[in-house]
């Protein structure tokens, strides 16, 4: 009876609990150890590329947006400068017009007023007293005709120097013209100028444009040249059948000349790596590699004619 | 160059970017990995209590206490007794079944054979698990080899169609993939240094209940004569 409740009686296991927890506690420690342990590799190399490209454009374009600012300063403080002449001159004009103008108008008609008054009076004392009076009229004529000669002269030496004055402020105003003229004239040769300055600023920035664009197709061709060198390089490293341990990183340089379409005409070893087993592997992998990696525009050709490749034992 | 340098080598995005069957060996490895802590601290816990208990229950009958409370004591706690004790009541209970003055070398045979059976029963319960352990232990570093050639052999089909290779196109993959190697190692290496203790103590276990079974036989065989 005993025995068989024993039997039966089921193991009671201690802790099994804290024995999955544990487990799971063991995983999480290491997982954490992984990804905390092997973050250090993403960081650095980034930084380093992004920085060479962001770097070459700019010198190009800064230049042509340094350039056209002090330019653009520079005819401004011109500006001001032709400005401020033209208000100077133009006071003086109006003044003396004014004062010209006006006096000549109100003395003629003083003195048109003048001569029909004199007429007028004498024609009723005619028709009675004739003779008699006729003769005073005629004495008294005669003294108004002298003193009408001598008003007369009077006004004609006044209308003279009027004309003299009139004369003398027309060549004023002919002064003053001619002074405008020219300062128009030199307005105008001072607009060519500016008209000029901006051509040649126009011309200058053109100028900068074609020798950015022509620097990066300067530099489009660079690449292309690099990559197929890189290319060739590759190539040649490919059929290379390295003799086993050589110490230290030898390298050998040889002078290959190449003939359209990737032929190769001469191999010559311009600076041996001072071991013979290595130097005549290269040279046997130059005639192996023989249809060399060529880039499709002929004209680039003349880079690859006369190539200096130099190869390291140790990449 | 550029492509590959500035790609993402953290271990998250290496597993998130494997392929399907690699990810599918990680996964395996992580769930074999997690059972097999398991067992290992259930285990340690069990050996360590049974060892506790063993040392307890022999200082208790060598001191020479009387068996039939010793008896009544594991029949009452029977859900806290250790296997010692355990054996001890199977084989007193067995040899008490018979009536004074039966054949002695019948009574001590039934005796031994009761207690065969409960020894054999607890070694079972001791070992349960250990097997797995040396399973796991033998087998997962071959799954984590399995998902690592797998995802060698996709990063250099990829590469066939790369005109100029660099080893910058090769190392994310390879990296990727020794990561599935990386966890079979994981799970193997405490697995087995965990069932070659365990079965050593399970051993050393077997050979003091053991020695105690016959070293019980003997004082009952005195205790049925005397």
Do not use: C
């Amino acid at each position: 009876m005993s025995a068989s409740i024993l039997r039966n009686s089921p193991h009671s296991e201690p802790k099994s609990v804290l024995a999955g927890a544990l487990a799971v506690f063991v995983h999480l420690f290491f997982v954490a150890l992984l990804v905390f342990g092997l973050n250090w590799k993403d960081h650095p190399p980034e930084g380093m590329i992004v920085d060479i490209w962001t770097e070459l454009p700019k010198p190009i374009q800064e230049p042509v947006k340094s350039q056209p600012l002090p330019k653009q300063s520079v005819p401004e403080p011109v500006k001001p400068k032709l400005e401020p002449q033209p208000p100077k001159l133009e006071p003086p004009k109006p003044v003396p017009q004014k004062t010209i103008v006006e006096p000549p108008v109100k003395k003629p008609d003083i003195a048109v007023k003048q001569k029909p008054e004199p007429v007028k009076e004498p024609l009723p004392d005619l028709q009675e007293q004739k003779k008699k009076e006729q003769e005073k009229v005629k004495e008294q004529e005669r003294v108004k005709e002298l003193e009408k000669q001598k008003e007369l002269e009077k006004k004609k030496e006044f209308e003279k120097k009027q004309e003299l004055e009139k004369q003398k402020e027309l060549e004023t105003q002919k002064e003053l013209e001619k002074q405008k003229a020219l300062q128009r004239q030199k307005e105008k040769e001072q607009a060519a100028q500016r008209q000029r300055e901006q051509e040649a600023k126009a011309q200058r920035e053109a100028e900068v444009k074609r020798a950015a664009q022509q620097a990066a197709a300067r530099n489009q061709i660079t690449n292309e040249i690099s990559k197929y060198k890189a290319l060739i390089l590759a190539k040649i490293r490919s059929r290379i059948v390295m003799p086993p341990d050589l110490p230290g990183n030898p390298v050998v340089e040889f002078s290959v000349t190449l003939l359209p379409g990737g032929d190769i005409l001469d191999v010559r070893l311009s600076r041996s790596s001072g071991y013979a087993a290595f130097d005549s592997a290269v040279e046997r992998a130059i005639f192996l590699s023989k249809p060399l990696p060529l880039p499709p525009d002929p004209a680039l050709f003349n880079e690859f004619r006369n190539l200096n490749i130099t190869v390291h034992y140790r990449e | 160059m550029n492509t590959t340098v500035t790609q993402d080598m953290s271990f998250l995005h290496l597993i998130s970017s494997a392929s399907l069957l690699v990810q599918l060996v990680m996964l395996i490895l992580v769930m074999i990995s997690l059972l097999s802590w398991w067992y290992i601290f259930r285990k340690l816990f069990v050996i360590r209590y049974e060892i506790k208990k063993t040392d307890e229950f022999e200082d208790i009958f060598w001191r020479g206490a009387d068996m039939n409370a010793l008896y009544q004591r594991t029949i009452n706690s029977r859900y806290e007794s250790g296997s010692l004790e355990r054996i001890f009541a199977a084989g007193f209970s067995e040899f008490n079944k018979h009536p004074a003055g039966s054949d002695l070398e019948a009574v001590m045979e039934s005796t031994r054979r009761a207690m065969r059976a409960t020894y054999q029963r607890e070694m079972d319960y001791l070992e349960s698990h250990l097997s797995f352990l040396a399973t796991v232990g033998s087998v997962s570093p071959y799954i984590g080899l399995l998902g690592t050639v797998w995802g060698i052999m996709n990063s250099f089909r990829s590469l066939a169609s790369i005109t100029q290779a660099t080893i910058a196109h090769v190392a994310p993959g390879i990296a990727e993939a020794l990561i599935a190697t990386a966890m079979g190692l994981f799970a193997a290496i405490p697995a087995v240094v965990a069932y070659n203790r365990y079965a050593s103590r399970t051993d050393q276990l077997a050979t003091r209940f053991e020695s105690f079974m016959e070293e019980l036989s003997n004082v009952l065989q005195r205790r049925a004569a005397g």
